[in-house]
């Protein structure tokens, strides 16, 4: 009697092939050679890892230019026992493409995804000052659109590679406005495991502020500079309840398994009505996380050995 | 020899009627028997008013459920010479609509704005499971779209007024997944005159942190605690150059003639690389202020009284 | 064969008999029935006690009209191993004391020791306007003075219960310039087994302040102030060793044995390179101590569970 | 007709001739050659002050090995109409002086200022473990008394100068117990003049903080840190009328003519009910005062015309 072959495991991503969700997956090396699952939106990716279709789900977080994605971060608030288990950019830039045979000069009608149409609109404002906008749910919809029958666009914005997959000319190179765009995607999981410190992490809370304190994001903020634990992303987003009630999506520089960010999460978790922990995990940029030495592992464990001993009677060393 | 008459000013909004911009802009008493004019999007209306086509433009800044909207706040944060005048609070709510005829069960396709979509997802899952989406430029043209040739949509969501303007059925009332969802809406001109100070009322900036440095976030807001002004809004946008790269959307309450206030703006001027101010405004709900009497405005003029001895050289009184 | 008996223990305080300081060792129930042994000084007071003559000193530590007491603060800085075990309140007021015969018109050189000369001054000034001054080294000595040969002085400033020890005439009572005068005394011993928290308690620690840091002090409240912890006490000493370094003597409120106060104690102790814990101990006015109930025990015990539950990778309950 | 002369200033200092306090005055060049009114004490100092008797007192204020001196410090936060001109350090050591012909051996009584009795009380102790101690009211006082009949002392704890004043033996040199033990001296008049800004400047403040507000401190130095000042020293000293009221006497580093320290007073006074100024004047080190470039002058007169022209309605430059 033999062992049935583990099951190959699958990874959710906004798809189809080609668009920038699927460049970040291609640099997750655990996730070569594994099954692809392309899906519509967020909320499919997030519900394939809930439900173990996939063991994660690679999901755009934020933009240089658009900023943070809110659905994405709006999920990551509902949705529980998710983990983002690792942190991946992707340089954006979008080309024009048509039918074949289409000329710039014809173009009256461009399909694209709602935040590619906003970072190209100076492009297309100055080249075809006249176009109409059709929103397409994806970069490579917005092409693929073009091939659908009564569809009324003449072109579409969408990722370089979308040559490899369509049939289409290409009207114009570079067009995005800001020649240093990037994505920011995370790889999200469900394992409960950490990954092993590296010195250049980062690690993810949603946070909910106590309610009617006027400054409590301050308090919430000195949680952090007291313990000198620097943010890298601080968001606002509506708890949904009510207009004024926020919820803040932080990234902080550590790892929990650091003694300064597992004392300002304690700190935190007493402060708040709510947080939620989705995960440490190595930075994009892999760059060394620095701070002041007063905040190393070493003055947390003596500081607890000195407390220990008062409480203890013991007397000092 | 005669004047001729003063033109009717205009005022733009996002159109079609129907709207719920349109609604906010009903709210405004100076705006009645004016032109309207209908645009298609934030940059379209605020370039009324740059270009003074229009007097002043209504535009959504922020959704309960949805949160920030970034067309707007970007475009205030770049456009210059815009000054906020006034603020509105608009219900947000829902019906499904068709073509006369069609059942709820006939629907598999549904048009609908991305936000108006996000706000009735939970009603359209539980009630159309299999529905696909296609996404309108606004909830009008959603509705509007049911009537275009080729359009493959069944069923569309859209505000109530809907029905005024088009010839549909409604299907269902109230999908909206939050009943108190409400938008917030703001009338923007170029006027540089201050609205009178009422008791009850906003301000609102958008200031860049100081580079490269920790706690900066933490120091901007001891700039308002320090004077005892309290933040109704605070929500971070990325510049959009580089990624960590953040500017803050901030309403505050009270007006920049308030004494606090304007040393607040003081203190933030002189941290802030760039701060621009958007306008003291009476408060949609016209809740009236409550601050400390500490930092009433005789604290401030008595302090400068003082100091002023010290500096003169008088006698104190 | 029999145990020899234990022998009876011993309690240093300024002496002789009739100081406040004696008043003070009387509000001691275990001091009752023991040895009591009269010192010169704070200094010989605690030598006592690291010599192990006696099991504990009283000793004044802050005065509601002169402030702190220099020497005693002091002491407890550099003297290692001294722990307060108790604080009492004695109200402070004097008489005027002279040999039996003597009037007040005859009265031309008191003789006072410094902290009660200043105390007094203000009647002294007004019915003795042209006295002398002599300086004692306690208030009891100030009148014991007046029967030792060669003495100058007509009049002493004296504690009421002096007239118990000496054979003086009361020339007038009440001289105090404040009539609510107190000083605050602690009792002072070795042991470090700490006093069972009682809901009023405080805890003493002096603190050195980082070096070079512009907004170490204010760093070092942040620590209480993100606990909740309250401070009844803090008053600066010099370090002594150059002018502009000084250390913090600092009483908080509750117990060491608090989770709020265990907690600010850590993040001291990390920041300061230098923390002397005294001791945590009841208050002498028995007031239960109020904070806000975010800051419960529970809370940080709740927050423990829920990072040690993050660590070890359990799922969440 | 001819003018009478302008009389001769006087300057009041803690005497007789030959203490720390006369060499402090001694440093004040417009002092030279003017007339100098020993005291005995700080209240007579500043009472010649407050009547005109002279132009200026010099009076000790802190001391690097034993603190601030209360008296001067109460003095200056009750006696109205005072202001700091100066400031000046005086090095501090002793020498232990006798009666001709006295050996040390011989030496059991020593009569000694207490300040100088604590500093000097490592070595009495070491070379004269059976000493007894009198206080005295100044420490050329305390010399001059070896020569005053009654006298029990057999030596005195004096200033090095005193052998110019009096016909003594000196039985030993340095026998303070720091060697770098400083005094600081300030000269205090009542011109409300004030002194021209040099840029190695001091502003002396004593601030009452609000009753009851947990976190008043912390409060009081924000008003500092968010304008970038710095404090050389703060120190607490009790009103008086209870225990657990202080009053704060604080240094800072700057004049108040300077617009950083400027808006921190203003804030200062708008926090606390009590702010005594007590004047800006260079330091005795004449060390410049080093703060950041963002609080400079020109960025606080930016700031205002910034909102000046915001409160005005002109359009921005």
Redesign the interface.
Known sequence: MTDAPAPTPSYSYLGPAGTFTEAALKQVPEAQGTNWRPVNNVGEALADVVAGRSVAAMIAI???????V??TQDALATV??LRIIGEY?VPVNFVLVARRGTALAEVRIVNAH?VAY?QS?GWLEQHLPAHG?I???SNVQAAASLFEE?D?ADAAVAPPGIVELLDVDVLARDIGD?P?A?T?FVLVGRS???PAPTGADKTSVIVEL?DDE??A???M???F??RGV?????????I?????RYRFVIDLEGH??DERV?DA???L???SPN?I?LGSYPRADRREIQYHS??DDG??V???D??RG??S????A
């Not at 934020?62 to 943070?68: A, L, R, T």
């Not at 949904?240 to 004024?244: E, Q, S, V």
Request: no cysteine.
């Open positions: 934020e933009n240089s230019v658009d900023g943070g809110s659905a529980p026992g950019l709602p906003g609109r906008h929103p397409a749910t009564g009324r800001n240093n990037v920011r409960r495991e950490l106590p006027p400054g994001l301050l308090a903020l000195e949680q500079s007291t620097n943010l890298s992303l601080i968001q606002s987003r509506p949904g309840d009510a207009l004024g929990v398994r597992a999460l304690l700190g978790r007493r402060f947080v922990f007063k905040y003055v947390f003596e500081a607890r000195w407390l008062i409480l009677g013991e007397p000092e």
